[in-house]
């Protein structure tokens, strides 16, 4: 076995034992750390895979930006004491509903998409690095990518509209 | 990589973090000396000749405290805390450039710890975990004071973060490239260093880098007048000693990439001649190492120098108000930055390198013409 | 009413351009702090160097010797009279003959104590002694202390040593001003 390979396992035994601790976990806080530590062994593959763009933006996105907003809201929330009792029946089959729902059009996606099998000889390394990203973005997928950009400057002008004080509004 | 090579990359890089940690531990000393000699005192001198041994002193006294964890913390949460602060700290001067290259048997090794080519996306994704540790300390524990000291920590890097990448992008813009040696490469004459191409980049940047540091003026996570001590209010003993160490590994840090970014790392001007001069005297191997040393012996310097304007600024000015930290980030330098990226845009697309010190002279020109035309404060001296 | 000069008038106008920049306040600020760091320090290293307390100071209490190396002090108990702390306690003597080189008078202190942790420092043991044998030295502390048994000071401390006389400097400084100066010169 290659070190990539142990390192590969482990990374993925760590990513599979948070991500389950982020479900089973009783405090909320714990299982957003969970999660963050679900995020590093994600980026851990990535750089596995010599995506260190999309490693290092992962990083920053996620465990440096929303999940801090995650873990500050659920701080602010002070989620101590046990609030079981609102889970009706009723919600709790609506969400197993819900995930079989997911889970059915996942695999589906999963046994109809055909993923290119992998040849080391010519395998283009440098494909996951910056260089190599920037221009399939700004070339194969430019509308996409500015159609996503402007969606991304709706939900700002969106958020900074819900956020603004209006004449009413009580200050505290 | 042969095991020459390897040898030499790891007492490279063994020496990179043994120097941090060298230098975080004496900038308490200097803090300490600064602060002193600002005020008109002389500071610590009493632990061997000036003070010197004062960081020695501090630690054994860190070390023989009371480790206290209080009962209702979480008691792994409260000890993991401290650890990812100074992890995060550590990790960021991985990717910094120290110097040119060594040559030796053949080998040219630069002098780095590791050579990326997403550079100061690395350091800007570690900068940004830096805040967990703060956050996961005060939260663990328990206390609401320690709560509000990590909430405002985290409120505030992310605010200030979005005004840093925005700077960097001008930077990224102008170099075309992520890798912090690409970016060092292309300060290379006196007059292309960044701070003279980006002179409003560099002050949004370095007004970021002191509030990602926590540093006075932005140090409200830990403002004892209101929250007692901050996020570390419950901490004792070395976990305490921890998160002030990590403030001054970051503060190095910081200082490290701004001297990278903004006043060409390595570079100090006429060094093609000086380069010239010693492998032409010394022979190329000896002449280029001895160069490398000279470039890395500048680098220091230039830290050195933010070092002490960190300290400097901490012990001039007085904190921000919250809101006032928030309006500054959010409506002056978020909004600066932006223009400062379409500027520099505009500079590139005609080819005009210094295009971002039209805006700089835009500003000094309103504030002077508003100043002009404020009514004039009459001091009036006050009748008994 | 106005105390200094310096004050100003608080007004809560609209800040202008320049001044919501921030910059040239900071830069102020910073050019006052950075002239203050090359300024020269006040500072007296203590333990090393010592300043001059002036002529007046009251520290270490001594009991003088005349001239000739007699004890002045004849045991009269003026001094532990005048003592707002009860500190000086003595036992009287009567000279042996023989000893009229040691004591200057009949009767001597056999035995003179000081309690340094009562002691005040007033000096009115100096003023009430009509022999001019106690003196608060004006150049020396009474040392530091960590038990209690080293606070109360015998006749083997603070009779004067003849290689280590008193002279009081400055002479023409009156202690206090009740007193005529001639007499109190310690010489």
């Known amino acids: 076995m290659k070190a990539t390979e142990i390192i590969f396992y482990v990374l993925t035994a760590i990513t599979l034992l948070s991500a389950s601790f982020v479900v089973t976990a009783r405090n909320p806080v714990h299982s957003v750390l969970a999660l963050i530590l679900t995020f590093f062994c994600l980026t851990g593959h990535y750089v596995l895979m010599n995506a260190q763009f999309l490693a290092a933006v992962n990083i920053i996105v996620y465990a440096g930006a929303i999940m801090v907003l995650f873990l500050f809201t659920i701080m602010f929330l002070n989620l101590q004491k046990e609030d079981e009792e609102s889970k009706t029946t009723l919600t709790k089959m609506a969400a197993v509903v819900v995930g079989g729902v997911l889970l059915v059009v996942m695999v589906a996606v999963f046994r109809a998409a055909s993923v290119a099998p992998y040849d080391p000889a010519t395998y283009n390394t440098r494909v996951g690095l910056v260089e190599s990203l920037g221009m399939v973005l700004y070339k194969d997928y430019l509308l996409p990518f500015e159609l996503a950009s402007v969606l991304f400057l709706v939900a700002m002008v969106g958020a900074v509209m819900l956020g603004k004080r209006e004449p009413g509004d009580r200050h505290f | 990589m042969n095991l020459t090579e390897l040898i030499i990359k790891s007492i490279i890089i063994l020496v990179i973090f043994g120097v941090t940690l060298v230098i975080a531990m004496y900038s308490t000393w200097a803090e300490r000396k600064v602060a002193g000699f600002m005020q008109d005192r002389l500071g610590p001198n009493r632990a061997g000749?000036?003070?010197?041994?004062?960081?020695?002193?501090?630690?054994?006294?860190?070390?023989?405290?009371?480790?206290?964890?209080?009962?209702?913390?979480?008691?792994?949460?409260?000890?993991?805390?401290?650890?990812?602060?100074?992890?995060?700290a550590l990790m960021s001067s991985a990717v910094i450039p120290f110097g040119d290259s060594i040559r030796y048997e053949g080998l040219t090794i630069p002098v780095q710890g590791v050579e990326i080519n997403i550079g100061i996306l690395y350091v800007f994704g570690v900068v940004s975990l830096g805040v967990y540790g703060i956050m996961v300390g005060g939260w663990a524990s328990?206390?609401?004071?320690?709560?509000?000291?990590?909430?405002?920590?985290?409120?505030?890097?992310?605010?200030?973060?979005?005004?840093?990448?925005?700077?960097?992008?001008?930077?990224?813009?102008?170099?075309?490239?992520?890798s912090l040696r690409s970016i060092v490469a292309g300060?290379?004459?006196?007059?292309?260093?960044?701070?003279?191409?980006?002179?409003?980049?560099?002050?949004?940047?370095?007004?970021?880098?002191?509030?990602?540091?926590?540093?006075?003026?932005?140090?409200?996570?830990e403002c004892e007048t209101e929250l007692v001590g901050g996020y570390h209010?419950?901490?004792?003993?070395?976990k305490l000693g921890f998160y002030l160490f990590a403030e001054y590994i970051n503060m190095f840090v910081s200082s490290a990439v701004i001297s990278t970014l903004y006043f060409g790392g390595y570079h100090y001007p006429f060094m093609n001649t000086v380069h010239n001069a010693l492998t032409g005297s010394l022979g190329e191997v000896t002449g280029h190492?001895?160069?490398?040393?000279?470039?890395?012996?500048?680098?220091?310097?230039?830290?050195?120098?933010?070092?002490?304007?960190?300290?400097?600024?901490?012990?001039?000015?007085?904190?921000?108000?919250?809101?006032?930290?928030?309006?500054?980030?959010?409506?002056?330098?978020?909004?600066?930055?932006?223009?400062?990226?379409?500027?520099?845009?505009?500079?590139?697309?005609?080819?005009?390198?210094?295009?971002?010190?039209?805006?700089?002279?835009?500003?000094?020109?309103?504030?002077?013409?508003?100043?002009a035309r404020a009514p004039k404060r009459v001091v009036q001296p006050q009748r008994s | 009413?106005?105390?200094?000069?310096?004050?100003?008038?608080?007004?809560?106008?609209?800040?202008?351009?320049?001044?919501?920049?921030?910059?040239?306040?900071?830069?102020?600020?910073?050019?006052?702090?950075?002239?203050?760091?090359?300024?020269?320090?006040?500072?007296?290293?203590?333990?090393?160097?010592?300043?001059?307390?002036?002529?007046?100071?009251?520290?270490?209490h001594v009991l003088k010797r005349d001239e000739e190396g007699r004890e002045r002090c004849t045991a009269c108990g003026l001094c532990s009279l005048a003592c707002p702390a009860e500190a000086i306690s003595m036992v009287a003597a009567e000279r042996k003959k023989g000893e009229e080189n040691l004591y200057r008078e009949e009767k001597y202190a056999a035995v003179y104590e000081i309690n340094m942790l009562r002691c005040i420092f007033c000096g009115l043991c100096e003023e009430a002694c009509p022999k001019q044998a106690v003196y608060l030295r004006h150049d020396r502390f009474?040392?530091?202390?960590?038990?209690?048994?080293?606070v109360i000071y015998g006749k083997d401390r603070l009779v004067e040593q003849l290689d280590d006389r008193y002279v009081r400097t400055g002479s023409e400084v009156r202690a206090t001003p009740t007193e005529p100066t001639l007499s109190r010169s310690a010489t």
């Open chain 3, 1 to 60: 009413m106005q105390l200094t000069n310096r004050s100003k008038q608080v007004s809560n106008k609209e800040m202008t351009l320049a001044e919501k920049m921030y910059l040239p306040a900071i830069a102020q600020g910073l050019a006052i702090t950075i002239k203050h760091f090359f300024q020269k320090k006040p500072t007296i290293q203590y333990p090393e160097v010592k300043r001059y307390l002036g002529p007046i100071f009251r520290g270490h």
């Open chain 3, 142 to 150: 009474v040392p530091v202390f960590t038990e209690r048994d080293q």
């Open chain 2, 289 to 371: 190492n001895l160069a490398t040393l000279i470039g890395m012996l500048v680098l220091f310097a230039k830290i050195f120098f933010f070092i002490f304007f960190f300290m400097w600024v901490r012990w001039t000015l007085p904190r921000f108000r919250y809101d006032q930290l928030m309006n500054l980030g959010w409506k002056s330098l978020i909004p600066l930055s932006i223009l400062n990226v379409v500027v520099t845009g505009f500079g590139l697309l005609y080819d005009i390198e210094y295009a971002s010190w039209l805006i700089v002279i835009v500003m000094v020109v309103l504030a002077v013409m508003s100043s």
């Open chain 2, 142 to 178: 328990n206390n609401k004071f320690s709560l509000l000291g990590a909430i405002r920590a985290a409120s505030q890097n992310i605010s200030y973060e979005i005004a840093m990448g925005l700077a960097i992008i001008a930077i990224l813009m102008m170099t075309g490239s992520l």
């Open chain 2, 49 to 88: 000749p000036f003070g010197l041994l004062q960081p020695l002193a501090d630690a054994g006294k860190m070390f023989f405290k009371e480790d206290f964890i209080p009962s209702q913390a979480n008691k792994w949460l409260f000890i993991i805390g401290p650890c990812l602060a100074i992890l995060t």
């Open chain 2, 187 to 221: 300060q290379e004459s006196f007059l292309t260093w960044n701070v003279f191409t980006q002179p409003l980049g560099f002050i949004i940047f370095l007004t970021c880098a002191f509030a990602e540091c926590n540093r006075t003026p932005f140090d409200l996570p």
């Open chain 2, 233 to 238: 209010t419950e901490y004792s003993s070395m």
